[in-house]
């Protein structure tokens, strides 16, 4: 099946600073997207990207999917931005396959 | 987009006991999602569960261990029988809505 790996897998950041995770997947997909699990477990999809690049406030995602990879930016990053950075992806059929996840800390 | 609800949020069970947790969603969908996430690891499929049809199960997970009910459009169960320690994780139902994945809020298991 298709491969999903994520790095780094942890990130330590200071308030205000910015950073860039990724997402390679080792085949071609027709679905990508990008979740947060906030530390209370909650899950929210923050992108649906199978390609291209799309923003929304601090936050940024640029997909190439014929390089097979994604890229998710968070700038100025804030406490509330911790937890848990996911990317997923659906090759055919319905079955979204996760990474293995980024675990973000922001210090203040 | 959906909003989903579950119940419970968590539970603490005795080994050898069983588990029924629910799943609503505000909207009618075709196909509903349970996932599985261990404790510190990713989310794993356990099963698609689809209105009036059996429910398709990943390798490694099967009917008897987790029973899955489909009701109707809005709704699903999840059971998950003669429980161990290992299986202690966050239990979520998905459902998606053009291209777009949603989860619940999750129930936290933990088994003794």
């Known amino acids: 099946g298709i491969q999903v790996e994520q790095s780094p897998p942890d990130l330590i950041l200071q308030e205000g600073a910015n950073s860039t995770l990724r997402c390679n997947f080792s085949?071609?997909?027709?679905?990508l997207q990008w979740f947060h699990q906030n530390p209370w477990g909650q899950l929210i999809n923050l992108f649906y990207i199978p390609s291209g690049t799309k923003q929304n406030g601090r936050l940024s995602a640029t997909t190439v999917a014929t390089e097979r990879y994604s890229l998710l930016y968070i700038s100025s990053s804030q406490t509330t931005d911790s937890g848990v950075y996911f990317c997923?992806?659906?090759?055919?059929?319905?079955?979204?396959?996760f990474g293995a996840g980024t675990i973000l800390r922001v210090k203040s | 987009s959906a909003v989903i609800s579950q119940k419970p949020s968590r539970d603490i069970c005795q080994r050898g006991t069983s588990l029924t947790i629910q799943c609503q969603v505000d909207?009618?969908?075709?196909?509903m999602f349970w996932y599985r996430q261990q404790p510190g690891q990713s989310l794993t499929l356990i099963a698609t569960a689809n209105q009036g049809s059996e429910a398709t199960y990943e390798s490694g997970f099967v009917i008897d261990k987790f029973p899955i009910s489909r009701p109707n459009l809005t709704f699903s169960t999840l059971t998950v029988s003669n429980m161990s320690p290992e299986d202690s994780s966050i239990y979520l139902c998905?459902?998606?809505?053009?291209?777009?994945?949603?989860f619940g809020p999750g129930t936290r298991l933990t088994v003794l």
């Open positions: 909207s009618q969908v075709t196909m």
């Open positions: 085949d071609s997909v027709n679905n």
């Open positions: 997923a992806v659906v090759r055919g059929g319905n079955k979204l396959v």
């Open positions: 998905s459902t998606r809505s053009t291209d777009t994945q949603y």
